[in-house]
């Protein structure tokens, strides 16, 4: 079965810097769009950031110009290189996924279990 594990996350100053993996595995003919959510205590999961099979990029206003995007189409992977960071990014960050499976159809919308990102003042 396919699988979303994420990697990366912990407890970092303001200030500082995370860099996140999501890795896909599993019988996966294509991916599509990849991307990452975050959900804060008592708030809504929000897209953080999304990268198109092409490359092209979206990102969350309050992240602009801080977090960057990445994907490495022969290792299934992407990454979330988060810099300059601020108590209010505290989430929960998950992976999301846009694929083909070998077996079965499209998967608009998987997920992975998450990773902690807490950012102290």
């Known amino acids: 079965q396919v699988r979303l594990v994420e990697s990366g996350g912990g407890l970092v100053q303001a200030g500082g810097s995370l860099r996140l993996s999501c890795a896909a595995s599993g019988s996966i003919l294509k991916i599509n769009a990849m991307g990452w959510y975050r959900q804060a205590p008592g708030k809504q999961r929000e897209l953080v950031a999304i990268?198109?099979?092409?490359?092209?990029?979206n990102y969350l206003d309050s992240v602009k110009g801080r977090f960057t995007i990445s994907r490495d189409n022969a290792k299934n992977t992407v990454y979330l290189q988060m810099n300059s960071l601020k108590p209010e990014d505290t989430a929960v960050y998950y992976c999301n996924a846009d694929f083909q499976p070998e077996f079965g159809p499209r998967e608009y919308d998987y997920w992975g279990q998450g990773t902690q990102v807490t950012v102290s003042s």
């Open positions: 990268i198109s099979s092409g490359g092209t990029r």
